[in-house]
């Protein structure tokens, strides 16, 4: 797991600019899939069992990053966000873009820092001119954080945790799964983190009887946080609700069962705010039983998210256990 998660995180892909990542998940899948095919948009979707009802397992592959917007004469970049970013969180932090150029954030002369918005920021590549940074650099080109993964413990930290945990739980689900009581697929879905988007036609696609989203979900356990009743190391969390779904009951209900059974303790999420995956799918068609199983997070949509180790495996034994029965 541990070395499956560092290899997930630091790979590039940022919504809609997925290919690396997605080549990373396949080679995972190879040896344990029926079948794996990619569809048009660019979900993965990866096939076990032929019998029982469709059963759809959503995780996300994509991750939140920065696009440029423009380059200026003394080359540097402005950019603009692709999925949830607070610009506080950037300071000091470096970019990476596909090719590899890295670069720093910087900030205008600013009085007040409140005023703080990400069009008061700029990117430096270290470029002497505009001619050079274009060389490097074109507009429309996405950057992740660059950040290592750091492993200490039972403790993660990382960048893109958010959703690569959930696909880490997704393959070695995968990995270990016998007897699936359903057609179970495992879909790696494109742009999550701009719309649920990639969600939205492969479920159309896959036309599942049921499904679960595998997803982050942020906590309450730092000082003086907001309320919520989700702690790291307590367990995955099985979604109640969130903004973009109210989980269907025959779903959540049997993933308790299925968690009381297996003896894994587990956790309830109420998210105040939010969505995922499974708030497109159970919209699919004429609709889709959907339920969400997320994995304690803390400082989401940072460059350094953590996820607690034991979180994850019991995720993984609690989603066999509800496949096999
Ligand atoms: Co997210
Ligand atoms: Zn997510």
Same mark, same amino acid.
């Given at each position: 797991? =541990?070395?499956?998660?560092? &290899?997930?995180?630091?790979?590039?892909?940022?919504?809609?600019?997925?290919?690396?990542?997605?080549?990373?998940?396949?080679?995972?899948?190879?040896?344990?899939?029926?079948?794996?095919?990619?569809?048009?948009?660019?979900?993965?979707?990866?096939? =076990? +069992?032929?019998?029982?009802?469709?059963?759809?397992?959503?995780? /996300?592959?994509? &991750?939140?990053?920065?696009?440029?917007?423009?380059?200026?004469?003394?080359?540097?970049?402005?950019?603009?966000?692709?999925? +949830?970013?607070?610009?506080?969180?950037?300071?000091?932090?470096?970019?990476?873009?596909?090719?590899?150029?890295?670069?720093?954030?910087?900030? #205008?002369?600013?009085?007040?820092?409140? &005023?703080?918005?990400?069009?008061?920021?700029?990117?430096?590549? %270290?470029?002497?001119?505009?001619?050079?940074?274009?060389?490097?650099?074109?507009?429309?080109?996405?950057?992740?954080?660059?950040? #290592?993964?750091?492993?200490?413990?039972?403790?993660?930290?990382?960048?893109?945790?958010?959703?690569?945990? %959930?696909?880490?739980?997704?393959?070695?689900?995968? #990995? *270990?799964? =016998?007897?699936?009581?359903?057609?179970?697929?495992?879909?790696?879905?494109? *742009? &999550?983190?701009?719309?649920?988007?990639?969600?939205?036609?492969?479920?159309?696609?896959?036309?599942?009887?049921?499904?679960?989203?595998?997803?982050?979900?942020?906590?309450?356990?730092?000082?003086?946080?907001? =309320?919520?009743?989700?702690?790291? %190391?307590?367990?995955?969390?099985?979604?109640?609700?969130?903004?973009?779904?109210?989980? /269907?009951?025959?779903?959540?209900?049997?993933?308790?069962?299925?968690?009381?059974?297996?003896?894994?303790?587990? *956790?309830?999420?109420?998210?105040?705010?939010?969505?995922?995956?499974?708030?497109?799918? /159970?919209? !699919?068609?004429?609709?889709?039983? !959907?339920?969400?199983?997320?994995?304690?997070?803390?400082?989401?949509?940072?460059?350094? #998210?953590? $996820?607690?180790?034991?979180?994850?495996?019991?995720? $993984?034994?609690?989603?066999? %256990?509800?496949?096999? +029965?």
């Amino acid at each position: 797991m =541990k070395k499956l998660l560092k &290899e997930l995180t630091e790979s590039f892909g940022p919504s809609g600019s997925e290919d690396k990542i997605r080549e990373t998940i396949i080679e995972r899948l190879k040896p344990f899939a029926d079948s794996i095919k990619v569809d048009k948009m660019g979900n993965i979707i990866a096939q =076990k +069992g032929t019998s029982g009802e469709r059963l759809m397992l959503a995780a /996300h592959m994509d &991750e939140i990053g920065i696009i440029v917007t423009n380059i200026d004469d003394k080359g540097f970049l402005r950019f603009s966000n692709v999925g +949830g970013i607070s610009p506080f969180t950037l300071i000091g932090e470096r970019v990476i873009f596909a090719n590899g150029t890295v670069g720093v954030f910087g900030l #205008e002369k600013m009085d007040d820092m409140k &005023e703080l918005k990400i069009n008061k920021m700029f990117l430096d590549i %270290g470029a002497k001119s505009g001619e050079e940074a274009k060389q490097k650099i074109k507009i429309g080109d996405m950057g992740t954080f660059y950040r #290592e993964c750091i492993i200490s413990g039972d403790c993660i930290i990382s960048k893109a945790l958010d959703d690569r945990a %959930g696909c880490a739980v997704l393959i070695k689900v995968l #990995e *270990q799964l =016998k007897k699936p009581r359903y057609q179970t697929f495992f879909v790696f879905t494109v *742009q &999550e983190e701009v719309g649920l988007r990639g969600a939205k036609t492969s479920s159309f696609g896959v036309d599942p009887d049921l499904a679960i989203a595998v997803d982050v979900t942020p906590t309450g356990d730092t000082p003086e946080a907001s =309320k919520m009743a989700v702690e790291l %190391g307590k367990g995955p969390a099985i979604k109640v609700k969130d903004n973009s779904i109210i989980s /269907h009951p025959r779903i959540k209900d049997a993933l308790i069962s299925a968690a009381t059974q297996k003896k894994v303790p587990y *956790q309830l999420e109420v998210l105040e705010y939010g969505g995922t995956d499974s708030g497109a799918i /159970h919209l !699919s068609r004429s609709g889709v039983p !959907s339920g969400g199983l997320s994995i304690p997070t803390r400082y989401v949509h940072t460059p350094s #998210e953590m $996820v607690n180790l034991k979180d994850m495996y019991l995720a $993984v034994e609690l989603l066999a %256990g509800f496949i096999e +029965g």
